[in-house]
């Protein structure tokens, strides 16, 4: 008997997680759960890499009937709700250290969170911080664009600010 195309997109959407590449995995489990919604191994392997990219409301969408994973979902996004809105709130008053240091502070370091400190470190002229917390998103996610921008602009000019199409990240 064949394997299914479900089962083929899990499949790649399994390996491109277990590569660091997110992002394709998100897609890949995606198309398996278009095919067959009731591929319970797709939707939690959904679930974990919109959580690790900081996707939370998405991750807890993803996660329904995964009581157990979906709690931990909600408990990190009424969080990060409250750490984001504060922080973005210091970045707009250019506090660049003091919304780094409430991002800091969330325990789980998605993707998301690591870029956006990426941004911060960036704009407060910390371009060692910037690069390493660049460096760690696209570690966790190959596919991150913004890491892979600043990271290349930092090779070819020695650090420099932010490139312009990822400073919307922040705010």
């Known amino acids: 008997m064949s394997e299914g195309l479900d089962w083929r997109y899990y499949r790649l959407a399994l390996n491109c997680a277990c590569r660091h590449d997110l992002s394709s995995a998100v ?9 067959n919604a009731g591929l319970d191994d797709a939707r939690r392997l959904l679930g974990i890499c919109l959580f690790e990219l900081g996707e939370l409301d998405s991750a807890s969408y993803a996660l329904i009937g995964q009581d157990e994973l979906r709690d931990a979902v909600h408990e990190q996004r009424a969080l990060a709700a409250c750490v984001l809105a504060r922080a973005s709130s210091l970045a707009r008053q250019k506090k660049w250290r003091k919304a780094d240091a409430h991002l800091r502070g969330l325990m ?7 870029t956006i400190r990426g941004c911060i470190n960036a704009s407060a002229k910390r371009y060692k ?3 390493s917390l660049f460096a760690q998103a696209l570690e966790k996610d190959k596919g991150n ?7 290349a ?19």
Do not use: D, M, T
Not at 28 to 33: M, P, S, T, Y
Not at 145 to 151: D, M
């Open 145 to 151: 664009r913004a890491a892979r921008e600043y990271l």
């Open 108 to 114: 789980h370091q998605s993707v998301r969170i690591l």
């Open 27 to 35: 897609v890949f489990a995606r198309r398996a759960l278009i095919l």
């Open 129 to 131: 911080a910037a690069a």
């Open 153 to 171: 602009e930092s090779a070819k000019r020695g650090v420099s600010r932010v490139p312009r199409s990822i400073r919307v990240v922040i705010l």
